[in-house]
């Protein structure tokens, strides 16, 4: 028997399942997290991922995507939705290639529903790549496991521009399989009837489905319609009820609706729709033709389409009335020829109805998905063959020049041009559209439009709709070269109405997709007024000459402004602070009007003052001058200010808004919410002791920074950088990771590892990072809070801008040691707190500052000897900030090299030689 296991927490999130652990594709995830695919509680699309938190210990909580590619200095976007527990946060995860990890902001506890976490920031210098992730973390009450639910994550960089996360949606899950959609054909045309009558014929299509999760949905367009069986049941929704996930192959009836005014009804989708799968179209084209008697005199070639085998030929009739085909017949002259060379013989036993066309296809042609009304093996026209269509043995319409072998119309598929109402025996190229094409189906096959009253006006130019105000949009156009009246409609929903030649439309006049006649004058311009806010309205512009004949149309859309925010936020509250930032969350709390987006000011008075409305306020996020604002969009409902100074109260007020630009509405009255948080206190007493180039292994370079103060320095949440300033000018900035304890050092190697530090010392260094290359010239800068360009200088060693070749501060194949009692950083460089000597690996000192040691001799008589001569750390051999004591041993030290230290104490009985090789320099 299955066991299922049923967990509840905090407003009702109820999770049943049987399923197994499993990772989304391109995930990893931490040993104390296991995780399932989830298809009841999402954010979007089918899936998202269950996360059962099993453990406290926060280190083994992790989850994180696949690295992707970035860019150092470029800004960035990072967010995700969750749904948390009572007693869990989900923490923002960045793993930087090259820089580091960056710890963000958290999701609140308890969000019953999806909640947006958003981080923002800069790409460390010297990042990569970054693996992007989030860390669960208990709360108070937290007793394991407790579930929660993560979606849709995005990565911009810079931000507003999207980098792919292969799976942010978890969507993709070992194992699964994808629901799918099958139509075929994906296209139908030659829908047509005259208009008055209707509907069209019928013309079926095929579904299927597999690996559903859903039925499918089928929908047809404003102008068709559909149907499960032939002759009745046509409607605008289908449902195919899935079966264990199938559904079978199914035909589908389709018809143009009958009712339409004359025109065009082309492109238009039936869309095929479930849950989880690629939504499938079926294209239908089709049209409507005019009812209004004679147009033409005779029939006329209306199309000629060729590429490879694919040839057809249409023929149409706009004779007003059914013309047999008795005395036609189709003649080819080939290469050039003056002379007929092939025939095709109309089928005599047929008609060419009023207003319909005549289709002659190759015998081997197939790309065309309607059904051609003959074929011929002789209609074999190769792109310089002129046609003509005959009456009675005699040319009455020519496509092409006869006794001209020029290619003018190969991989081509040409339509007669709607002003054409004569066959004609003088080719005119002008008569015809020409356009390229590569053998698919020619979907505009099978139907023709004739203007029945001459050549059509031009369109009105550039019409444009513009939002006024909440209820007026701004419609203007420039009328045509012959000043031709214009014609506007509009709709709540994209226009399909066409209007009919030689019929005339007064305002309040309807078409059948629902759009209205509001203008039909000689103007320039006109305002729509009395609309709904926030509402999207469609426009239609037709020119209109003194005939009644109408131009192909211009179209354009506007949406009415919104009405100012209902509501202020709910629940505007600062979160924990670091010394320099201060994270603000907030629900968006939208009523019937919702924010598009908010403004939020931030300053040290806690005096605000409104916004105006009609002014749009640009962004400010630098707080050195203790005051700015952001504008944050809707749905992020977080933000952290950073760049704060430190142990400072700073105050805060949101204001949402609609609109933009002059049109901005900002919400002040009522309550406006505020909050307001003090920056924690920081330890800013780092200081950089030991520079090291050893004269023996430039692999073994680092350097040494102590903390000088009280408190441990948590680099996570206090932003610090070691920047190098290669001579004199080129920078480069390495943030720190990790922890500094009061009192420990921090040793930064060179390289791309601790392959070289460890090779060379023995054991790790904290942090290694390929800037740390200091050769004797480059000066060493600790910033606090960002890197060289912004960051506050906290401690140097060198000179800025000043090339070290030379000067008191140069170290080339030496190290450079700060003296014991040095424990204030300085923002120049002060020799007096130096001592620099020659020196190899043998003689560097990495990790050991300041330490007291005693002379054991357990190993020689050498002073300079590394390793168990020295009770230290490491056996290093003592530099100037070591005090030393040398007691009463058997191996009395002899000093063979240069040597330097803070204090020398030699006890009793003891002794110290400096032999002539050596020297010994005692500070105190």
């Known amino acids: 028997m299955k066991k299922f296991l049923l967990f509840m927490f905090a407003g009702l999130l109820l999770s049943l399942t049987s399923a197994a652990q499993v990772l989304p594709d391109n995930w990893t995830g931490d040993t104390g997290v296991d995780t399932y695919q989830e298809s009841t509680n999402i954010h979007g699309g089918t899936y998202s991922c269950k996360v059962d938190v099993n453990t406290g210990n926060q280190a083994s909580t992790d989850m994180r995507h696949d690295e992707v590619s970035v860019t150092a200095g470029d800004s960035y976007t990072y967010s995700f939705w969750v749904w948390t527990s009572a007693n869990v946060k989900v923490r923002v995860v960045l793993e930087w290639n090259g820089a580091g990890i960056t710890y963000g902001g958290y999701s609140n506890a308890g969000t019953s529903g999806f909640e947006q976490v958003v981080a923002t920031g800069t790409v460390p210098t010297g990042a990569i790549g970054v693996k992007v992730g989030v860390r669960f973390y208990d709360q108070t009450g937290f007793v394991a496991p ?73 929908t047809a367009p404003t102008d ?66 005019s009812s209004g008697g004679s147009c033409a005199t005779e029939l006329i070639i209306s199309q000629v389409v060729e590429s490879g085998v694919e040839k057809y030929l249409e023929i149409a009739n706009f004779t007003g009335a059914s013309v047999s085909l008795v005395d036609y017949d189709v003649v080819i002259y080939s290469n050039g020829s003056t002379t007929v060379t092939s025939t095709i013989d109309l089928t005599d036993a047929s008609s060419i109805a009023d207003q319909d066309v005549w289709v002659v296809a190759n015998t081997s042609s197939s790309a065309w998905s309607g059904t051609p009304d003959q074929t011929s093996g002789s209609l074999s026209f190769n792109g310089n063959d002129v046609i003509a269509l005959r009456k009675t043995s005699s040319n009455i319409d020519v496509f092409g020049t006869i006794g001209d072998a020029t290619y003018f119309y190969n991989d081509q598929d040409v339509i007669r041009n709607a002003a054409v109402t004569s066959p004609t025996t003088t080719y005119n190229s002008s008569d015809w559209t020409f356009t390229a094409y590569a053998g698919t189906d020619p979907a505009d096959l099978g139907q023709h439009t004739m203007n029945c009253s001459g050549t059509a006006p031009a369109d009105p130019a550039a019409f444009t709709a513009t939002a006024a105000s909440t209820t007026q949009v701004d419609l203007s156009w420039t009328q045509n070269g012959n000043s031709d009246a214009v014609m506007v409609v509009f709709n709540t929903t994209a226009i399909t109405a066409t209007p009919v030649d030689g019929t005339t439309y007064t305002v309040g006049s309807t078409f059948s997709d629902g759009s209205e006649v509001i203008y039909n004058q000689s103007g320039t311009s006109y305002s729509h007024t009395s609309l709904v806010s926030n509402t999207t309205y469609y426009y239609k512009a037709w020119s209109v000459d003194g005939s009644v004949n109408y131009s192909s149309g211009v179209i354009d859309n506007a949406t009415t402004l919104k009405n100012e925010p209902s509501n202020h936020v709910t629940g505007f509250t600062a979160g924990t602070p670091t010394s320099t930032t201060i994270p603000l969350t907030w629900s968006d709390n939208d009523g019937t009007v919702a924010a598009d987006s908010f403004l939020i000011r931030a300053n040290i008075t806690g005096t605000f003052t409104a916004p105006t409305d009609g002014i749009a306020e640009a962004d400010d996020t630098d707080m050195s001058d203790d005051v700015g604002q952001v504008n944050v969009t ?26 933009s630009g002059t049109d901005i509405d900002y919400k002040t009255d009522g309550t406006v919410p505020t909050t307001s948080a003090t920056t924690a206190a920081t330890n800013k007493k780092l200081i950089i002791t030991e520079v090291a180039d050893p004269g023996d292994n430039a692999n073994a370079r680092f350097v040494e920074i102590y903390n000088a103060g009280t408190t441990t320095v948590d680099f996570s949440t206090d932003t610090w950088y070691l920047s190098r300033q290669a001579n004199g000018s080129t920078w480069n900035d390495v943030q720190l990771t990790g922890t500094l304890a009061a009192g420990a050092v921090f040793v930064v190697a060179y390289g791309a590892d601790f392959t070289n530090f460890n090779t060379a010392y023995g054991f790790d260094p904290d942090m290694a990072s390929g800037f740390i290359s200091g050769n004797g010239d480059d000066g060493y800068y600790l910033y606090f809070g960002s890197d060289h360009t912004t960051g506050e200088l906290i401690d140097a060693y060198g000179v ?125």
């Not at 289908?238 to 025109?263: E, M, N, W």
């Open 634 to 659: 809707h749905g992020a409902q977080a933000y952290t200010w950073t760049g704060l100074k430190t142990s400072t109260t700073y105050h805060f007020a949101i204001y949402p808004y609609t609109n």
């Open 146 to 218: 407790e579930t929660q639910y993560i979606d849709d994550f995005s990565f911009e960089s810079p931000t507003g521009t999207p980098i792919t996360l292969a799976n942010g949606g978890m969507e993709n899950w070992p194992g699964g399989s994808t629901p799918a959609i099958t139509v075929s054909p994906a296209s139908l045309s030659g829908f047509t009837y005259v208009e008055g009558s209707g509907p069209s014929g019928e013309q079926t299509f095929t579904v299927s489905g597999s690996n559903l999760t859903a039925d499918i949905l089928l």
């Open 224 to 289: 068709y319609e559909i149907s499960e069986t032939t002759g009745s049941g046509f409607t605008g929704t289908i449902t195919l009820t899935q079966s264990g996930g199938s559904v079978g192959t199914t035909t589908i009836y389709t018809r143009l609706k009958a009712g339409l005014l004359a025109g065009n009804y082309n492109n238009e989708d039936i869309t095929a729709t479930s849950t989880g799968a690629t939504t499938q179209t079926v294209t239908c084209s089709g049209s409507v033709t």
């Open 800 to 924: 800025i801008d000043i090339d070290g070749t030379g000067k008191a501060w140069e170290y080339t194949d030496s190290k450079a040691v700060r003296k014991r009692d040095v424990i204030v950083p300085v923002t120049s460089w002060d020799s007096t707190q130096w001592v620099i000597t020659v020196a190899n690996v043998q003689d560097m000192t990495p990790s050991a500052c300041r330490e007291d040691v005693t002379w054991q001799g357990t190993s020689s008589t050498d002073f300079n000897e590394v390793g168990t001569n020295w009770n230290g750390t490491h056996g290093f051999v003592p530099d100037a900030s070591y005090n030393v004591t040398v007691p009463n041993v058997t191996n009395k030290p002899v000093v063979t090299r240069l040597s330097v230290v803070n204090t020398l104490t030699v006890q009793s009985a003891s002794s110290l030689e400096v032999s002539a090789t050596g020297s010994l320099t005692v500070l105190k």
